[in-house]
Every structure is written in structure tokens, then in C-alpha cells.
């Protein structure tokens, strides 16, 4: 197996607890490697094309309100079976079911305050790096 590529992305309520450093740390210490990152504030555009593909979902507009309350930190990690070991770590999308340990766990609250977005597969981790950071 080659070394793979996948994006993390701090969410406003990590960010908000100051868990930056601490989500960081942990990812290092699992064996990613932090090839590309940035800070920025997302516009409703941005976020509303990011999460395009759940714009017919009912929770689509609360998910564009949540992505633009604050900064995010976006974050290309690499590591062998990057995009299945990151959403393994990182735990359930619901924070409250996630497994102890996890980053959703240890930093998020709920379904939509989980701390972290992650890539669920190879073509949207390629597809979300180039959103973030271009080819």
C-alpha cells in the first residue's frame, strides 16, 4: 500500500474550545502526517458548495449556518489507508455514539457540533483537497 491522502477539518466548535493543537497532536501521534494547512472563515458560498452533495438534505441549511459561525481548519494528512484509518480515529458522525477516545468523542457534543469533517473516500479526499488547496 502507497502512502494516501485524505482531509481533516477542524470544525468552529473545535475551534471555538481551543482543541486545535490538541486534535493536531493526536493525529501525529496516530502516524498522519500534515502535508498541507490552513485557517479560514468559510463564506456560505464556500461551505455551500463543500457540502454540496447533502444539499437536498433536510439538515443542509443548519449544517451551511454551523460551517459559517466561525473558523475552520482544513488539513491534508497522509499515511498509509489514509481516508479508512482517519473516519475509524475520528470516531461516529454523532458525537454522542462515538467510541471513547475518538476525536468526535473527546472534542464534539453532538450529530452537528462533532468537532471534525473527514473524507469517506479516496475520491472525495482527492475531490476536498483540491477544494481547499487546489491540484
Known amino acids: 500500500m ?3 491522502r485524505t482531509l481533516l ?18 493525529l501525529e501521534a496516530e502516524g498522519f502526517v500534515i502535508r498541507q494547512m490552513r485557517m ?18 433536510p439538515f ?3 449544517l451551511v449556518s454551523f460551517m459559517t459561525s466561525g473558523p475552520s481548519v482544513q488539513v491534508a494528512l497522509q499515511r498509509e489507508n ?3 484509518h482517519l ?3 475520528i470516531g461516529e458522525t454523532d458525537s ?11 472534542f464534539g457534543t453532538d ?15 482527492a475531490q476536498e483537497i483540491a477544494f481547499y488547496f487546489g491540484d
Open 2 to 4: 502507497s502512502a494516501d
Open 9 to 26: 477539518m477542524i470544525k468552529p466548535d473545535a475551534v471555538a474550545k481551543n482543541a486545535i493543537g490538541d486534535i493536531l497532536q493526536r
Open 40 to 57: 479560514n472563515h468559510l463564506s456560505q458560498e464556500q461551505a455551500q458548495g463543500f457540502y454540496e452533495v447533502h444539499k437536498e438534505r
Open 60 to 62: 443542509f441549511g443548519e
Open 82 to 84: 489514509a481516508v479508512a
Open 87 to 89: 473516519r475509524g480515529f
Open 96 to 106: 454522542t455514539k462515538a467510541a471513547a477516545g475518538t476525536i468526535r468523542a473527546l
Open 111 to 125: 450529530i452537528q457540533c462533532n468537532a471534525v469533517h473527514a473524507s469517506d473516500s479516496d475520491d472525495n479526499a
